[in-house]
């Protein structure tokens, strides 16, 4: 049955953005919209002239104003929802994927559910509602996953500054099933304790997951730098590589242990040192006292979160490799990567060129690298694509 939804005009600009297939409308480009539109109500929208421009989920609250989830007239059902996910485990299969145990089901725009992501661990869902408009469908989006995937555990990270900005309380806890919200999984033949609900984001950093396999191919036979290693990821597979040994840091605690542990779990603990610091602070220490590696691995976290820390991002980015490249032996690789979409490729390889001036050493690129195909990105959507990933040789004139 066809549900009946509320209509929303936009401007020529908002109509002109959805032609250009990106998916969202500022509130500043809407032109006729009903009374009392709750937050997360789902409505079709027109041109000034009436043309359908498909479905979207509305929030006047927030600056970005409506998320088109479809082209077409959908209602937000369990057999549209249903399918969407459907062909989100299929663009998976496709790129080969589709059997990892450890996986990115929902990529949020990627996958034109804007506001959602699903990680799979193994048998547990990691699921992160981020918009008013998934929001409303909540029930809806848990029922689905539960038929579709069977997990143990549907455990809900709903949090932080995304959630805020749409007027939405944070949730965190176990919704669907039971048992542990601990898990280990395996991927490329390295093993993980993962813990849904205190690990980073959902669990785990799985976007990393090939520029850690190009680590892997570039570390045999060298000491290695394991800088923000959250879990542990690229020393663990700089180890599997061949690396000699791993030094990893990170400035939380918790991390560290978890780290200490994942490399036990692979039998690595003997050429596994970890230890907690201020990153910043740990490589000038290591500097001074003339400590040098083969290779150091940069992995930070975002250095942004509005346009307005644009430029603080870039000074972060330009501290972070150049005491970085301190540390490098001559020779050596560098393996950096900048997980902020505001900074665009050409402002950070301007950044990375201000480091090594400063190191006085030349940069020669080795790999490049990027999101996995779990994580898709849409031409039409540069939002989609966040993660710069770059191994560069550093050569001392």
């Known amino acids: 049955m066809t549900v009946s939804l509320p209509e929303v ?4 600009k908002g109509e002109d953005r959805l032609r250009s297939g990106h998916p969202w409308v500022f509130g500043d480009d809407l032109r006729e919209v009903p009374t009392g539109l709750a937050p997360g109500q789902w409505v079709r929208v027109r041109s000034r002239a009436g043309d359908l421009l498909g479905t979207a989920t509305a929030n006047l609250r927030s600056r970005i104003a409506l998320r088109r989830v479809s082209h077409g007239a959908v209602e937000p059902s369990a057999g549209f929802l ?11 299969a496709e790129s080969g994927m589709g059997g990892e145990q450890a996986l ?36 809806l989006l848990l029922d689905v996953l539960e038929r579709q995937f069977s997990p143990r555990l549907i455990y809900e990270r709903s949090e932080g500054g995304a959630r805020r900005h749409e ?18 999984i395996e991927t490329d033949g390295v093993r993980f304790a993962i813990d849904v609900a205190s690990g980073p984001k959902t669990g785990f950093f799985l ?28 020393g663990l597979y700089a180890l599997r590589g061949g690396a000699k040994s791993v030094l990893a840091i990170d400035a939380s605690k918790t991390a560290v242990e978890t780290a200490r542990q994942n490399a036990g779990l692979n039998g690595f603990a003997g050429a596994w040192e970890g230890e907690t610091a201020d990153l ?5 220490d290591l500097a001074s006292s003339k400590r040098r590696f083969d290779m150091v691995v940069l992995d930070p976290p975002s250095f942004a979160k509005s346009r307005l820390e644009r430029e603080g991002a870039l000074r ?20 950096t990567s900048s997980c902020t979409q505001l900074i665009d490729v050409a402002k950070w390889k301007e950044a990375l060129r201000d480091s090594a001036s400063d190191a006085g050493a030349d940069l020669e690129l080795v790999a490049w690298g990027g999101q996995p195909p779990d994580h898709p990105v849409l031409l039409s959507v540069p939002e989609t694509e966040y993660l710069k990933f770059a191994v560069y040789r550093k050569r001392v004139p």
């Open 9 to 12: 005009r936009v401007s020529r």
């Open 82 to 92: 249903g399918g969407r996910i459907r062909e989100a485990l299929l663009r998976r």
């Open 104 to 139: 990115r089901v929902v990529y949020s725009e990627g996958d034109s559910l804007p506001g959602l992501i699903v990680d799979r661990y193994g048998e547990v869902l990691s699921v992160q509602i981020l918009t008013a408009g998934m929001e409303s469908a909540r029930e």
């Open 167 to 184: 007027g939405l309380a944070e949730r965190k806890g176990p919704v669907r099933g039971e048992g542990a919200s601990r898990v280990e």
């Open 207 to 234: 976007d990393q997951r090939g520029n850690r396999n190009i680590v892997r191919r570039l570390a045999a036979g060298r000491t290695v730098l394991d800088g923000f290693c959250a879990a542990g990821g690229f």
């Open 280 to 284: 910043f602070q740990a490589l000038r």
């Open 316 to 335: 972060g980015y330009r501290d972070i490799n150049r005491v970085g490249l301190s540390v490098l032996a001559p020779g050596g690789l560098l393996a």
